[in-house]
Structure formats: C-alpha cells, structure tokens
C-alpha cells in the first residue's frame, strides 16, 4: 500500500510504456491473482473450514440436540467454572501487568531486561509443563501436599488448582501488551502532575490510565480468551470429575471421547464464538490502541 | 556499586509497582518452575539420561521436533505469502482476512483439535479426498503435522506484516530505475530487509509447536513409538504416578524452550537493529 501511494506522488515513469501500463514497483496482474489465490486457498483449507466445520457438527444432528447440550447439567457446571476461573485469573493478571509495566516503563532500574524476559516466561513454557509444576507443588506427594492434605484443604483435582494453572498461562498478556504502549508514551505528563502536586493514584488515575485504557483492555481481551479456553495445563491439575472441575474445554473432550459428538462440538461452537466475538473485539480495541500509540509517539 | 540500583524519578510507586511485580511474578511463575528443577535433581545424572533417552521417548522427540519443524517451514513459506497479499494488494473482505488470520490464537486448542480431525479423518471433509490414495491424515504423524500447522499459522504472518509495511518504497524504485526485474527486487531488496523477521516468526511457530497438546491430542491417534507427541509422554507418566519421570521429560522441555527463548530474543534484537540501520 505504502509503496503504490508513494509511486503515484512521485513522478515515475514505467518502464515500458508501450507494452503495459504496470509501473515499475508493481507485479503484473496474473502474478497478482495468482499470488492473491493461493494465499486464499491455504487459509480457506487451515482457518476457514475447520471454523466452519465447527458450527456445521454442532448443528447436524438438530437445533434441539444442539440446545439439549448445552443446557444439560454438566454442560452448565463447565461453563461456569469456566467463567469463574477467567474471572479471578484475568483481573489479577490485569492487576500485575499494571504493576510491571509502571515499573519498567517509568523507571530505570538494573536488571529491567532480564524481568522482561522472565515475564514473557509463560508463553515459551508447554501447557502440561505449566500443570505439572502445579501438581508438583500441591499435589499430594507434591511440596505443600501432606500439609494440605492435614487441614482437609484440596488444590490439586480442584478449583483452585484449574484457578492458578489459567493464572499461569496468561500470566504475560497484559503485561506485554502495556509494557511496549506505555513506554512509547514515556512519563513526560506523569511527572509534569507530580511537579504540580498531584498524588500517585491521581496520577495513575487521570494521566496514565486515559492513556492506557485500550491497550489494558486489548490485553485483558486477549487474557480472557486465553483464560476460557485453556486446556493442557488445566487439564494436568482437573482430575476430571465431571459436573465439578471440568471446564469447557475438558467437557468437550469428555464428550468427544465418548463418542458423543454432536454434544462435544455444540459445547465447542460456545467456545468458537468466543473466539470471533475476540476476534472483533480485538481488532476494534487494536485500532484504537494503536492510534494511542502513534499519538503520543509525535513529539 | 558505582552505579545505583535504580535512576532517581519524581514519580512515585516504583518501590510498590516493582515489589508487587517480583512477588507474583515469584510466585506464580519461579517458584513453581523451579519445582520442576529439583525435583528432577533427586534423579542421579545416568539415572536422568536412562529417563529421558528410552527408545518410546526418543520416538516422541522426534515426531514432536520433526512435526513442528514442516509444520514451522509450511509455515513460514504460506506466512510470507499471506502476509505480503494482505499489504500488497487490495481485494474484496481483505479487513475481515486479515481479523481471522488470528484464529488459532483465539481459538480453544481443543476445539482446533476436534474440528481437525473431524475434517481430516477418512469421511472427513477434507481427509476423504486422500483416502482413496491410500493416504491417511487423521490419527497419523500427518495429522501431528496439520494441527500444529494451524496453531502456528498467525506466528510468521504477524511478525512479517509490520515490517513489510515499512519497506521503503524509494529502495524497489532504485533497483526498478536500475533495471531489475520484480523477482531480482523481491529476492536481493524485499528478501533481506524481512529475513529478520521472517526467521523469527519461524522461530516463534516452531517454540509453539514443540509445547502444543490440546490441538494434536484429537488427531494424532496417540500409538507409542508412531503417533504419539512428548507432552502427551508427560501426561501418561504422570497418570501412572511416575511423578520423577514425568518431571524429568518436563525438565528437557523446560530447557529446550528456554533455549528456543533465548534465540528468538536474540532474533528480535538482530531484526530491530535490521530495521533500524535502514
């Protein structure tokens, strides 16, 4: 785009223009269609169909079917477990990726790239390895196990377990998302309003939060998604009793497993329409957040 | 010390922003991860090493890095494609393609994993054209290969499309003005400038392959020495309580993702100052 804008401002000739009126920074138009077509058919074959594919099991077997799984008991335990976990793990999560990112982005301080990379830890980790250190801590024969198990108190095979392990895993994604934004912004107006006398949470409050507020929520977004639809890491802390530690994701295995696969995709088309809701949401919040950035970048 | 730890500021919070952040960053993510490291180490070394290195093992390793490797390669190839057709050129619902391209992102690995292997399987959508040919996608190592395919589609779209946004168009007009043609433009000015960038999204689809479980789960059929992926290896230790052996496996993921960390930072660093220099 960039580069057509930029030859049509600037005088250049083609090359040949006798022959073809392309200009000279420019493919020719079956190469482009060529290049267009085959980009198309490879994300219809990877992302489109299998989308698709999703709504279309869901829905074969009848409206009713699909509406009898998902308000079946189990189906409605796992959905709100679900909605519980990515609600105590997003606002904490929303919580430190303030935090990190006040510190690093306003301050300097030694060892601000290391903490950097440490954050970002999570992301490089496999999800069963992510569960794994979980059980390895509460777990019955884990660090904290025996005296866990004496005051009758149960992480592992429970909420709170499938509560840390989604904490674990989304652990970076607003901390990263801040981090860039709010050190492109650089601290200029805060100190400006500390000068004047304002207090830190007027600070926060009143300069950086306006400057922030969709890059955090862009960030939140992305945690969410990621909190609701986990599966490895919670799947190694769950036990997977059903109706009590299954989340969304894990029924739709149960169910799947059991061959039972209209209910297993009607619970999974749930979890696919979240996924475009985040889709939208994210590239609405993105633009936004984006413009913020490019704001307060001009001098 | 001659330097101070920190840099004097007038803003206030740096000693609670940074105090919270260490924490839970302890907390959640060190403590936790360290766990894994010892209790590995209550392992002698020729112990570890029998450990992670019996042939059903080995099998893993080489379906889970072979996979991920293609997967990665198809990858970067068809990523630099889409990337360039969604900042090159304009066609109809090109907004809404560009949205989607960050589908497995957004999308539950479970679900990417059930609704793969229902397209893939022999009466698939998808899987019933190969059938005929007597090739079977579903539950196979190809279908390993399909599904961290999806997952790490986004990866080189995404770290190629900022950068080709900036190539300098006065750059393609030189080489144009001194008679190259558009394929020598591409390969000796487009090439180099997104090298960096293209390698690191290939580093970034590869590290996420490697860790993936719940998208290849579905569809890889799971038969030990054949289909069957180290994560998975993890989870059937730990289901016969073989809790030393598990964590051993996961040490060696552990390790090799800190390594494949520390070359994509290394890879962000070169692509910045690629960027920069130009």
């Not at chain 1, 169909?49 to 829905?59: C, D, K, N």
């Not at chain 2, 292997?117 to 079977?136: C, D, M, Q, S």
């Not at chain 2, 399909?146 to 779209?157: H, K, M």
Request: hydrophobic share 55%; aromatic share 12%; charged share 15%.
């Amino acid at each position: 785009m960039a580069c057509e804008h930029a030859t049509m401002s600037t005088v250049t000739l083609p090359l040949d223009v006798g022959r073809s009126r392309l200009r000279a920074t420019q493919e020719p138009t079956w190469v482009r269609r060529t290049l267009i077509g085959v980009a198309l058919a490879f994300l219809t074959l990877f992302l489109f169909v299998p989308l698709i594919s999703v709504f279309y099991e869901a829905l074969r077997k009848g409206v009713g079917v699909y509406f009898a799984s998902i308000v079946e008991p189990d189906a409605l335990s796992a959905i709100k477990l679900t909605l519980i976990s990515a609600a105590i793990a997003v606002p904490l999560n929303v919580l430190f990726g303030i935090a990190a990112a006040w510190a690093i982005a306003k301050f300097e301080f030694r060892g601000k790239n290391l903490l950097i990379t440490l954050i970002d830890l999570p992301f490089s980790v496999s999800p069963v390895v992510s569960g794994l250190i979980y059980v390895l801590i509460f777990g019955l024969q884990g660090w904290l196990g025996p005296w866990l198990a004496e005051h009758d108190l149960k992480v592992i095979f429970a909420v709170p377990g499938i509560v840390m392990a989604t904490i674990f895993v989304t652990f970076p994604f607003v901390a990263r998302e801040l981090i860039p934004l709010m050190q492109a912004q650089g601290s200029e107006e805060e100190e400006a309003a500390a000068v004047l006398g304002a207090s830190g949470w007027q600070i926060f409050s009143r300069v950086t939060l306006p400057n922030i507020k969709w890059g955090l929520l862009y960030g939140a977004i992305l945690c969410n998604a990621r909190a609701m639809g986990e599966f490895g890491a919670v799947s190694v802390v769950s036990g997977h009793i059903r109706g009590s530690t299954n989340t969304m994701p894990l029924h739709v295995e149960i169910l799947y497993n059991e061959y039972n696969f209209a209910a297993a995709f009607a619970v999974a088309s749930l979890l696919a329409l979240l996924a475009l809701v985040t889709l939208v949401l994210k590239s609405v919040v993105g633009d936004r957040a984006a413009t913020d950035k490019e704001q307060d970048t001009k001098p | 010390m001659v330097t101070t730890f920190k840099r004097h500021s007038v803003l206030p919070g740096f000693n609670l922003a940074l105090g919270f952040t260490l924490l839970y960053l302890c907390l959640i993510v060190l403590i936790p991860l360290s766990a894994a490291f010892i209790k590995t180490a209550t392992l002698s070394w020729p112990q570890f090493w029998a450990t992670v290195t019996t042939p059903r093992v080995v099998a893993s390793y080489r379906l889970t890095f072979g996979a991920s490797l293609a997967a990665a390669l198809l990858n970067a190839l068809f990523g630099l494609l889409v990337a360039w057709v969604l900042v090159r050129y304009r066609f109809p619902g090109k907004q809404i393609i560009d949205a989607l391209v960050d589908l497995p992102f957004a999308l539950p690995t479970a679900v990417a994993g059930i609704a793969l292997t229902a397209l893939y399987a022999g009466n698939g959508w998808i899987g019933r054209w190969f059938e005929p040919f007597g090739i079977k996608i579903a539950f196979t190592p190809l279908g390993v290969f399909v599904a961290l395919t999806f997952i790490g589609l986004p990866f080189v779209v995404r770290t190629i499309q900022p950068v080709l946004e900036d190539v300098e168009c006065e750059l393609e007009e030189a080489a144009a003005t001194l008679g190259a043609s558009r394929l020598q433009t591409f390969a000796r000015v487009i090439l180099p400038t997104i090298f960096p960038a293209l390698v690191t999204g290939f580093a970034l689809a590869f590290a996420r392959a490697v860790g993936e479980y719940g998208s290849v789960i579905f569809i890889a059929g799971n038969m030990p020495m054949i289909s069957e992926i180290t994560p998975l290896l993890i989870i059937t230790k730990l289901e016969q309580y073989d809790y030393v052996g598990a964590t051993a496996l996961a040490v060696v993921m552990l390790v090799i993702s800190f390594v494949l960390l520390l070359i994509i930072n290394g890879l962000q660093w070169w692509s910045r100052r690629r960027e920069d220099g130009l």
